[in-house]
């Protein structure tokens, strides 16, 4: 029996649903919609990237946009952060960020709050008569395509590009195969550095050389199945296929295709496509893609790069590029300057700043990080001390600090109806305290700290050095906010999972339980060791005693009611989280 959503999707899903909202948009907005076909017509509206945001926000929606391999052409991102200056401000600011701003996302895009569906035509308009849409944002659909965001502009070992567009413009707008079990993520990377994290996407090309007939061919490799969520993280498989270049898209085509056709329509909670590729194995998905989709023989895989992956691998900063802050080289003599957005939250004044910058500094291309940070690409060697002099760097550095570099968070309750936990305003705070109340060793240029606010870790903790999930605890004969603080994630050659050292740690003693752990590292590491080398050679005995809650002098505002004081929200708690349910307004993942 199919799974109610299938039920709410079944005769109006993809491309048909936007002239739905258009026409609700036209005769009255959230009031056009009858009550008792909310959850349908929301369910529906995800696919064009419209999310309701949570209880107590009703009228107001988010929207998700989409930018393959996070590609923000000239004007582009100004064009963004004027439709959210104009019309992306909430009932009250926010103390921590104001009123708005951009959020930008884990898969390389960009979403916008606060958003009235009547407005929603003179935003499309905005932003479409500038190349940028929301198609295929949100719902059980192709979400947006990730790849290495300097492909192009950096050196690269196979030229991923073509592929990426291949997959924008023929996959993802094919209508027919818009309505899918579930959500369903694409990466595709020619770099050897591993930024596109193929290990943790429904389907990753990842760059391989193969001999063919005494000839040494550039092409992919192909992995399946990887993902994050509910505490059941997979990391993807080798399917044991080698495509050349021009046969990548039918190969990733028919992956897309055989899981619409076979994946489970009952169990949401395990219909990922992990699940999937656990359940059929490599080899039945093998023979499958052969027979049913796949008009070329397969080759079997080459040799990859992995071992040389340094993109949140854990390895020390000599060994290569980590994330894409900083200025680096592009494969045309110019400069590429990242810039650090801790917790990836862009007020308006300053996107629209950022894009001035690009066209004065640069081709006034933008490129969007997995890291939820901003890269100004094209730049020129003359221009790069006048960009890194601008003010506005001194908020977005280019050399942040070890917190702020390796930060990320997800939405959490301020939008997101399964939260536990505040997140992004707590992480800001985190970080400024972080800064002032610890002292790494010199050669430590980052610590990997991702906080989720529940267990489906779209700020992907499960992940990163020391991974955060928001929780519930009890404390002082009340409920708090909490966190579960894990150590050990990391992507690169062989990806890990954080390992849980302390649980429903209430907030206000969640930073001096870090700050200890940190403090341990720096005072029993060996010369050079990166923290994920360092709990991997300490027991986990002593790194659960290392990490002791502790009271601080750090102030920690919402721990009572799980909900934000400055926003309007119901009055009943969400158990959707411990459920698996999917969230209203979710941070992407």
């Known amino acids: 029996m199919a799974h109610k959503k299938e039920e709410l999707k079944e005769g109006c899903y993809g491309d048909e649903v936007r002239e739905h909202i258009l026409e609700f948009a036209e005769n009255g907005g959230y009031e056009a919609i009858p009550e008792d076909e909310h959850e349908k017509w929301f369910t529906r509206f995800k696919f064009w990237g419209l999310f309701h945001q949570r209880s107590g926000q009703e009228s ?8 393959a391999s996070g590609i923000l052409e000239p004007d582009q991102l100004r ?3 004027e439709v959210a200056r104009e019309y992306a401000t909430g009932p009250v600011e926010n103390p921590e960020f104001g009123n708005g701003w951009i959020d930008l996302t884990t898969r390389q895009s960009v979403q916008l709050h606060w958003l009235k569906l009547e407005d929603v035509p003179e935003i499309w308009e905005k932003l479409e008569s500038a190349g940028v849409h929301s198609r295929s944002a949100g719902g059980d659909t192709m979400r947006n395509i990730s790849g290495c965001p300097l492909h192009g502009k950096a050196e690269e070992f196979v030229e991923a590009g073509p592929l990426l567009e291949r997959f924008e413009e023929e996959l993802r707008k094919d209508d027919a195969l818009a309505n899918m079990p579930r959500k369903f993520n694409i990466s595709a990377s020619g770099c050897t550095v591993g ?9 990753g090309f990842e760059p391989a050389t193969k001999e063919v007939g005494g000839e040494t061919v550039k092409g992919f490799n192909v992995r399946v199945g990887g993902g994050l969520g509910g505490r059941q993280p997979r990391a993807a498989t080798p399917l044991d ?3 050349r270049p021009e046969n990548a898209y039918e190969v990733g085509r028919g992956f897309v295709e055989l899981y619409h056709d076979y994946g489970n329509r009952q169990n949401r909670s395990k219909n990922r ?3 999937f590729a656990e359940d059929w194995g490599m080899e039945k998905i093998r023979e499958t893609l052969q027979a049913e989709y796949v008009d070329f023989e397969m080759l079997s895989a080459g040799e990859d790069f992995r071992e040389e992956y340094t993109y949140n691998a854990g390895r020390p900063v000599a060994d290569g590029q980590h994330d894409h802050v900083g200025v680096g080289d592009q494969s045309d003599g110019r400069n590429y300057v990242g810039l650090s957005v801790p917790v990836g939250r862009l007020p308006a004044e300053d996107a629209i700043e950022l894009a001035d910058y690009a066209d004065e500094y640069g081709s006034g291309e933008v490129r969007l990080t997995r890291r939820q940070n901003p890269v100004i690409v094209d730049v020129a060697d003359g221009d790069l001390e006048d960009l890194l002099a601008e003010p506005l760097l001194e ?7 070890p917190f702020e570099r390796g930060a990320m968070a997800c939405t959490g309750t301020e939008f997101c109806s399964i939260a536990l936990t505040e997140t992004k305003g707590r992480m800001a705070r985190m970080l400024r305290w972080f800064n002032e109340n610890v002292e790494l060793p010199d050669d430590v240029g980052t610590i990997k700290m991702h906080y989720s606010g529940c267990t489906a870790d779209c700020g992907q903790a499960m992940t990163a050095d020391i991974g955060l999930q928001g929780m519930r605890a009890r404390k002082d004969g009340e409920m708090v906010e909490a966190f579960d603080i894990g150590v050990g994630g990391g992507i690169g050659e062989e990806p890990s999972f954080i390992d849980w050292v302390q649980q ?6 969640a930073p001096g339980a870090i700050r200890n752990l940190l403090q341990a590292y720096a005072a029993h590491r060996s010369e050079g060791q990166t923290f994920r080398q360092w709990v991997e050679a300490t027991g986990t005995e002593q790194l659960v005693e290392f990490c002791e809650p502790e009271e601080t002098d750090f102030e920690a505002p919402y721990m009572a009611d799980a909900k934000q004081s400055w926003y309007p929200f119901a009055e009943s708690e969400s158990a959707a989280a411990a459920a698996g349910e999917e969230s209203a307004a979710p941070s992407d993942d």
């Open 60 to 67: 107001y929606f988010m929207m998700r946009l989409t930018n």
């Open 79 to 81: 064009t963004i952060g």
């Open 195 to 203: 930024c596109a994290q193929d290990s943790i996407n429904d389907i």
């Open 241 to 243: 296929i080698f495509v």
């Open 273 to 275: 496509a992990r699940f």
């Open 395 to 401: 908020t977005y550095p280019a050399e942040p600090s």
């Open 504 to 509: 429903r740690v209430p907030a206000d003693e």
